[in-house]
């Protein structure tokens, strides 16, 4: 079997290390022990993206003649190549499809436009209505999660990407009026394939600087 091939950023500053979305396919493809390797596009020329990705971005993932972007649509093509990532039988897998389109469309927008839309007055009305936003989806799923450990009724991927959009608000303390919450995030980060595929992130960057700062010399 051919190896899968997961495209990414050559380099990318300190602060969204441990963020870059291939960290969620490393994630998935550990998961599923699925024999990968990991090329690059340069940081500094997007236009080289596009004919891989409409929109110029990170990641793609390459399986013989298919070439694939955007995140929950790898993770999904993913699921199909194992029982680990998605369950087979057509409710199972309704379920995580589900909670993938949720992570993607409920909760991670609610996130990260409280977080990098609502900087404005405090007191305004746009920033309370972010924050209104955001709180009743992380009550929701609070309330879900405090039920049962993921999402659906196995680990899935629809839990990488969940997890993927809760971290964004690592460094804040929302989480901590959410318990189930911080519970889930804290459970799947503790899974042996997060902690390769985040370690194996933050060693590709940081040989980057490497070799950044050798060029630059």
Same mark, same amino acid.
């Given at each position: 079997? /051919?190896?899968?091939?997961?495209? /990414?950023?050559?380099?990318?500053?300190?602060?969204?290390?441990?963020? @870059?979305?291939?960290? =969620?396919?490393?994630?998935? =493809?550990?998961?599923?022990?699925?024999?990968?390797?990991?090329?690059?596009?340069?940081?500094?020329?997007?236009?080289?993206?596009?004919?891989?990705?409409?929109?110029?971005?990170?990641?793609?993932? /390459?399986?013989?003649?298919? /070439?694939?972007?955007?995140? +929950?649509?790898?993770?999904? !093509?993913?699921?199909?190549?194992?029982?680990?990532?998605?369950?087979?039988?057509?409710?199972?897998?309704?379920?995580?499809?589900?909670?993938?389109?949720?992570?993607?469309?409920?909760? #991670?927008?609610?996130?990260?436009?409280? =977080?990098?839309?609502?900087?404005?007055?405090?007191?305004?009305?746009?920033?309370?209505? =972010?924050?209104?936003?955001?709180?009743?989806?992380? #009550?929701?799923?609070?309330?879900?999660?405090? #039920?049962?450990?993921?999402?659906?009724?196995?680990?899935?991927?629809?839990?990488?990407?969940?997890?993927?959009?809760?971290?964004?608000?690592?460094?804040?303390?929302?989480?901590?009026? &959410?318990?189930?919450?911080?519970? !889930? @995030?804290?459970?799947?980060? +503790?899974?042996?394939?997060?902690?390769?595929? !985040?370690?194996?992130?933050?060693? &590709?960057?940081?040989?980057?600087?490497?070799?950044?700062?050798?060029? +630059?010399?």
């Amino acid at each position: 079997m /051919t190896d899968l091939i997961l495209t /990414t950023l050559d380099w990318v500053p300190d602060s969204p290390r441990g963020y @870059v979305r291939d960290l =969620l396919i490393r994630w998935a =493809l550990e998961e599923a022990y699925l024999p990968y390797r990991v090329e690059t596009t340069p940081f500094d020329t997007p236009e080289e993206r596009l004919p891989f990705q409409p929109f110029a971005q990170v990641p793609w993932l /390459t399986d013989g003649d298919v /070439t694939l972007g955007e995140s +929950a649509a790898i993770l999904l !093509y993913l699921g199909d190549r194992s029982e680990v990532l998605m369950p087979s039988d057509p409710q199972g897998r309704a379920k995580v499809m589900q909670w993938t389109f949720a992570a993607a469309n409920s909760v #991670e927008p609610a996130i990260f436009g409280t =977080l990098f839309f609502g900087k404005d007055d405090p007191s305004s009305p746009g920033r309370n209505a =972010l924050e209104a936003f955001m709180k009743r989806r992380l #009550e929701r799923l609070d309330a879900v999660l405090a #039920e049962r450990d993921w999402c659906a009724d196995q680990f899935s991927v629809a839990d990488i990407f969940m997890t993927n959009a809760l971290r964004l608000l690592d460094g804040h303390d929302i989480l901590d009026r &959410h318990p189930a919450c911080r519970a !889930y @995030v804290e459970r799947a980060t +503790a899974r042996r394939a997060f902690q390769k595929a !985040y370690s194996d992130q933050i060693a &590709h960057f940081e040989a980057a600087d490497a070799v950044r700062t050798k060029t +630059a010399s």
